[in-house]
């Protein structure tokens, strides 16, 4: 047996009947478009905190600082303010406190409740920032804004889970990731033109993310709720005509009965969050731990909050370091469709690995990079072969994350929870996502001051880490049923002595392959 990887076998393995109907693909992309307003404030936060006018108002001591004329100012240290940090920030704390009671919302009136309630909330925070005058009122915006981003990012994957066919869960759960990577490019190229306004720009900016609030709340209003979900709500019979419509076929029983037994065995559960703490839910507590914490420890959102921030560090213009930020955000986009092609033809362990090693590379890279043109003192600055270079190097890194770590970071803590303890699970990969991007966002700009080019390599340092941790620990998910999972960790050389013989989903398939 080859550690760490295996295959399940049995004849029902994903083999539910049915096919693949528009109606759950159009539900799919619906659900998905709540990646929009993730993505969206990822993309236009770091544009604004790179403009003039923007800097002036709120942050004026930051834009003396960026203008200093003698030459003799660090490059890595120019942006280094808590305050301005806080800004983009603290949407990510708010987002951390709000997917714990999303979980409750979520289980208890369903899923697209879920999803109105986190459009609303961020539409209120939207409309806030666009019309702020001065920081208290941003940073009040900015935590409603991560309220909605709690409930959506709690909701979506876990809808897009248990609506999607086993064979292509992975493919429609992704547009999650792909509807951010749009947001991220549309706010990215927002950001270009708003900067050259002569005024005002930077409302604009803030103010659009009402758009894409907009469109998930009137969109999740229109949305079935999961079979799933009716099902623990005791809506049965809406549940067996929901899985008909959605499966396109009337042969829905096999299906059927497994969702009610998940049911059954959640009922039986009256402290999800004690219960996820119990050893045979071992497994999926610590892989929904982790996953979220190394995703944002591979750095992306560095790359991501801070693009033009970053790319005015290296010494571009300011237009150039927009601009530079749309070409990321436009690789970002069209590598996300690598993985919606390929995450249930090759599987979710393929994508982890190699895009682990081509950010380690990239990161190492870049890294070295800007040692030989700034060093220690960070006091040089790129000649146009070399910012290209860098620019590279950025954009293949980028490409790495939104095959691998990007989408499956959602995907895979929300695909492997039976739903006695989905709702938790979910809450906790979203709150522990938030915790470090927050964390992240808010020390990244005194950790380039302070740890400079070596920044790249302590991020690099992780990616060998998370790499070898999805080597030897994560196993494969793809093609099998959601409420099924238990086999997929009973085979496992590591988690499967942790999963009891009559565990749901074993009961009707006791042979397996490994």
């Given amino acids: 047996m080859t550690v760490g990887s295996f295959e399940v076998g049995g004849a029902s393995a994903g083999n539910y009947e049915g096919r693949v109907t528009l109606f759950v693909v159009i539900t799919c992309l619906v659900a998905a478009s709540g990646g929009l307003i993730f993505g969206y404030d990822i993309g236009i936060s770091g544009g604004v905190t790179s403009m003039d006018e923007f800097l002036k108002k709120f942050f004026p001591s930051v834009y003396a600082k960026e203008k200093n004329a003698s030459g003799h100012e660090s490059q890595y240290c120019k942006f280094e303010n808590h305050l301005l940090t806080l800004f983009t920030s603290s949407l990510y704390l708010a987002a951390f406190i709000a997917s714990f009671f999303a979980s409750a919302t979520t289980q208890k009136f369903g899923r697209k409740i879920s999803m109105t309630t986190g459009g609303l909330i961020f539409l209120i925070g939207a409309i806030l920032n666009g019309a ?16 909605g981003i709690g409930y959506a990012n709690q909701s979506v994957p876990v809808y897009l889970s ?51 609030a907009l469109m998930m709340t009137v969109g999740a209003i229109f949305l079935p709720d999961t079979p799933n979900s009716m099902i623990e709500r005791g809506q049965k019979d809406e549940a067996r005509e929901m899985l008909k419509k959605i499966r396109g076929t009337e042969n829905v029983e096999q299906e059927f009965t497994d969702l009610l037994e998940a049911s059954e065995a959640s009922k039986r559960v009256e402290y999800p969050w004690k219960k996820i703490m119990e050893p045979q839910y071992r497994p999926q507590l610590v892989i929904t731990c982790l996953i979220p914490m190394f995703q944002q420890l591979t750095g992306i959102n560095v790359i991501m909050f801070y693009a033009p921030v970053l790319f005015k560090t290296l010494g571009f213009g300011n237009n150039a370091s ?21 995450v ?7 994508l982890f690995l190699e ?47 939104a095959w691998s770590w990007g989408p499956l970071g959602w995907l895979v803590p929300s695909e492997i929870h039976p739903l006695e303890t989905r709702s938790a699970g979910q809450s906790i990969n979203v709150s522990v996502n938030m915790f470090f991007t927050f964390i992240i966002g808010q020390l990244f ?15 690099a340092g992780w990616v060998v880490i998370m790499t070898a941790f999805v080597y030897f620990f994560v196993p494969e998910t793809k093609n099998m049923p959601i409420e099924e999972m238990n086999r997929v960790w009973k085979a496992h050389w590591f988690w499967g002595s942790y999963i009891p ?7 009707h398939h006791k042979s397996v392959a490994v």
Avoid at 326 to 339: D, I, K, P, R
């Fill in 132 to 147: 702020a005058v001065n920081v208290e009122m941003l940073i009040i915006g900015r935590l409603l804004l991560g309220v």
């Fill in 162 to 212: 248990e609506m999607a066919p086993p064979k292509l869960r992975g493919a429609l759960n992704i547009g999650f990731q792909m509807a951010t990577t749009i947001g991220i490019f549309a706010a990215n190229l927002i950001n270009y033109f708003t900067a050259s306004m002569p005024a005002n720009g930077w409302r604009v900016s803030l103010g659009l993310a009402a758009v894409p």
């Fill in 322 to 342: 927009l601009m530079s930020a749309v070409v990321s955000g436009l690789v970002n986009v069209f590598a996300t469709f690598v993985s919606i092609f390929t």
């Fill in 344 to 350: 249930d033809k090759f599987g979710r362990r393929a």
């Fill in 355 to 401: 895009g682990g090693i081509q950010m380690i590379i990239c990161q190492i890279s870049v890294g070295v990079l800007i040692y030989k043109v700034f060093g220690v003192a960070g006091v040089g600055s790129f000649s146009k072969e070399m910012g290209n270079l860098a620019l590279a190097l950025i954009c293949i890194y980028v490409a790495a994350f």
């Fill in 445 to 459: 700009l005194s950790a380039l001051c302070h740890l400079k080019f070596g920044l790249f390599f302590f991020f």
């Fill in 501 to 507: 013989d009559d565990a749901v989903g074993l009961q």
